[in-house]
């Protein structure tokens, strides 16, 4: 085995050695099963922050959207306002309103807040509803980040991408199911932290080994004219519409169960406003180091198949072994920042909300984690799919089916149970039958607003009722 192999191998096993330790540290705080879902409710600014910004963007970011910047220019960039403004919608706007309600009414999952003072028969299908098209969705979100990890391991080490994504399965299941909510808080803290360091550096070098940013113009300008187009060669109602489908990826923040509770565990309003602060300084940082690196890749010469795997050209290019090593530990960070959250979330939905096993919940939660990431690392096997897309795919559906119902609930709580119940299945039909059927790709208008405007529609036209129970008779 090569030294370089060797000095990478080692990096990685510190580092996963340290945050399986800290997986032991938090199981200390881990009694109940609230604790082991949702931290009870008492996460500071700096853990709540850097870890919803973790598990927000994850290998999406740092493979994803790097590749699609490389691939498409600027035109890639309308992204961006989507994702900051969901970031500046989902804290400051119903931030607020999430992080009180989960203090004082004990919430633990989104559910709960979906289902709040619904009356009990309608209360179960809402619960139940929910809870399937969160695993449905899931699947797919963790089996493109178990993929990432799959591509790292096979790039660096040779194995197969099946053996690269069950090492990163088992070490994320170790620690997530030793502590639950603390352990995925605490470590995606880290893995926070490691990816932004890894955002400014490789770009920055990468800029610098291209000749500076106006050397960087200037080849892009003579062999890729298309990359410096805003609006990537399209005109008229075309070029407006990719633009405004671009920038309504961010309106799947709004549905995400797995970010939504880093708002709901906050200890208080003042440390909600920290956390934001700290989630949106982060997400600049780390998006535009992203942007700055495709289109500096783009001016450098390299021997890239896959635009998503640019990440590890640049730092096989540009870095020796040891970095390299870094770079895949930042990689596996972001990995694992996104399938533990993820997984937690779904353990919730299952053992609290679906209620299945009521005697021993926290033995479900683990049961049910061990049982998914199973599935996600056959999905991720038996049918690979572009990261960026797999990822879109279980963003979109997630923000439909829950985004346009929270925010109703949160502002007008009095409407109809099957209102709630129809939004959510009009929100995911429709974007299961686009991303099927309909598919034109991640800028398309249409696919990203259609099925959140639909779920949303169902809501404001629907005749209000009596079907609602006070909120404070829900158990």
């Given at each position: 085995m090569q030294n370089g192999v060797v000095s990478i191998l080692a990096i990685l096993i510190a580092y996963h050695g340290c945050l399986i330790l800290l997986g032991l540290f938090a199981s200390r705080r881990t009694q109940n099963n609230s604790s082991f879902l949702i931290g009870d409710r008492a996460l500071n600014g700096w853990v709540a922050g850097l870890s919803y910004a973790a598990t927000s963007s994850s290998a999406w970011v740092l493979m994803g959207f790097s590749g699609f910047v490389y691939a498409k220019g600027l035109s890639a960039l309308w992204?961006?306002?989507?994702?900051?403004?969901?970031?500046?919608?989902?804290?400051?706007?119903?931030?607020?309103?999430?992080?009180?309600?989960?203090?004082?009414?004990?919430?633990?999952?989104?559910?709960?807040?979906?289902?709040?003072?619904?009356?009990?028969?309608?209360?179960?299908?809402?619960?139940?509803?929910?809870?399937?098209?969160?695993?449905?969705?899931?699947?797919?979100?963790?089996?493109?980040?178990?993929?990432?990890?799959?591509?790292?391991?096979?790039?660096?080490?040779?194995?197969?991408?099946?053996?690269?994504?069950?090492?990163?399965?088992?070490?994320?299941?170790?620690?997530?199911?030793?502590?639950?909510?603390w352990a995925v808080s605490l470590t995606d803290t880290v893995q926070g932290m490691v990816m932004s360091i890894i955002a400014i550096v490789v770009?920055?070098?990468?800029?610098?080994?291209?000749?500076g940013p106006s050397e960087i113009l200037a080849i892009l300008q003579n062999n890729y004219p298309g990359h410096l187009d805003l609006l990537g060669g399209q005109?008229?109602?075309?070029?407006?519409?990719?633009?405004?489908g671009l920038a309504s990826i961010g309106l799947g923040t709004l549905g995400q169960p797995q970010l939504l509770a880093r708002i709901m565990a906050?200890?208080?309003d003042r440390e909600r406003r920290k956390a934001f602060t700290i989630a949106m300084s982060w997400s600049l940082v780390v998006?535009?180091?992203?942007?700055?690196?495709?289109?500096?890749g783009r001016a450098l010469t390299l021997d890239i198949e896959n635009a998503e795997q640019l990440l590890f050209a640049v730092t096989d290019h540009l870095f020796p072994s040891f970095f390299a090593g870094l770079i895949l530990a930042a990689l596996l960070s972001a990995v694992m920042s996104t399938v533990d959250s993820i997984l937690v979330a779904s353990t919730a939905a299952v053992s609290h909300?679906?209620?299945?096993?009521?005697?021993?919940?926290?033995?479900?939660?683990r049961l049910t984690l061990v049982a998914l990431m199973m599935l996600s690392i056959w999905l991720a096997i038996s049918t690979p799919a572009s990261i960026f897309n797999r990822v879109l795919f279980a963003w979109t559906a997630l923000g439909a089916t829950f985004g346009p119902v929270l925010i109703i609930r949160l502002f007008f709580p009095a409407i109809n149970a099957k209102a709630i119940i129809l939004s959510m299945v009009i929100g995911f039909a429709t974007s299961v039958s686009f991303s099927q059927f309909l598919y034109a790709g991640p800028g398309n208008l249409f696919e990203r607003t259609i099925p959140w405007l639909a779920a949303l529609a169902i809501l404001i036209f629907w005749p209000r009722s009596s079907a609602m129970e006070p909120p404070h008779e829900m158990p």
């Open positions: 992204t961006l306002l989507g994702i900051w403004g969901g970031y500046i919608v989902a804290w400051k706007v119903i931030g607020p309103r999430l992080n009180q309600r989960a203090r004082q009414r004990q919430y633990v999952t989104l559910t709960d807040v979906l289902a709040d003072g619904v009356y009990r028969g309608h209360r179960r299908a809402i619960q139940w509803i929910a809870s399937f098209f969160i695993l449905f969705c899931f699947i797919f979100y963790i089996a493109a980040q178990l993929q990432a990890a799959g591509v790292a391991m096979n790039t660096y080490f040779g194995v197969t991408i099946t053996t690269g994504a069950l090492f990163g399965a088992i070490v994320i299941g170790i620690y997530a199911v030793l502590g639950g909510f770009p920055i070098a990468a800029v610098w080994q291209a000749g005109v008229g109602f075309v070029a407006l519409g990719t633009a405004i906050v200890k208080s998006f535009s180091g992203m942007a700055v690196l495709g289109l500096a909300d679906m209620n299945l096993y009521p005697k021993h919940p926290m033995l479900l939660s």
